[in-house]
């Protein structure tokens, strides 16, 4: 019977950075991981499985933490801070522009309306 010490898939000679990056968030207020299973369609490509989990560091953000299991095998991300504040500013950006958008068909749409049932305001 192996063990993680005795399977050769456990050895490593060094940790590599996400070895190293997930030791040190540990003691910090994380997410519990989630597991994400996605197939492109007709499953050209196949299925692969997305373990994510967050790891809140004071003063310094949140570190993301992925493993990407897929036909090729297993993959490990660890993305640092100013990777996720990035992410998070851009998700914000794209939310506000959809919101703008969204606002001003809404507008358009109510001037419309009023126009058609005689009634003239400026919506600008």
Known sequence: MTTPQTDQHFQRAEL???DRAYG????FPHTKPSTITAANVMGIGGVRS???????????GDTLFVQIAGPEGLQRVHLPPPVTIAIARQRDALSTQSRKRAGKARAQARAQADKAAGITMDYR
Do not use: L
């Open 16 to 18: 590599d950075a996400y």
């Open 24 to 27: 040190q968030a540990q003691g």
């Open 50 to 60: 997305y373990i994510v989990e967050t790891f809140r560091v004071p003063e310094m």
